[in-house]
């Protein structure tokens, strides 16, 4: 099995930094490719930034490009996202994302088997 677990999120107001952590143990063989997706009150979850473990090639939804990265610690097997910038449409419920699949870079739910429990991110006025 494989196990993701997020932490980091908060409350932060506009204009404010969080970084997001998401840890990965288990069977590590069974994924390359992480991810962080959101998902909005009443919207559909979106992807925000994917990377390519070990490798770490990096892909960004076009909302977060610039204000956003994600990164790795290899030895950690541990992923993280740096927010930057946090605008009040950042506020969502962030989930990180394990798995093989060659179309990771698309940042799509299916793309990715594994998924962690989610973390609130609030910003605010």
């Known amino acids: 099995q494989v196990q993701l677990v997020e932490s980091g999120g908060g409350s932060v107001q506009a204009g404010g930094s969080l970084r997001l952590s998401c840890a990965v143990s288990?069977?590590?063989?069974?994924?390359?490719?992480m991810a962080w997706f959101r998902q909005a009150p009443g919207k559909e979850r979106e992807g925000v930034a994917g990377?390519?473990?070990?490798?770490?090639?990096?892909y960004y939804a076009d909302s977060v490009k610039g204000r956003f990265t994600i990164s790795q610690d290899n030895a950690k097997n541990t992923v993280y996202l740096q927010m930057n910038s946090l605008k009040l449409e950042d506020t969502a419920i962030y989930y990180c994302?394990?798995?093989?699949?060659?179309?990771?870079?698309?940042?799509?739910?299916?793309?990715?088997?594994?998924w962690g429990q989610g973390t609130q991110v609030t910003v605010s006025s």
């Open positions: 990377i390519y473990f070990r490798v770490g090639t990096t």
């Open positions: 288990g069977h590590t063989y069974r994924w390359k490719y």
């Open positions: 994302a394990a798995g093989e699949s060659v179309d990771w870079w698309l940042l799509l739910s299916r793309a990715y088997k594994y």
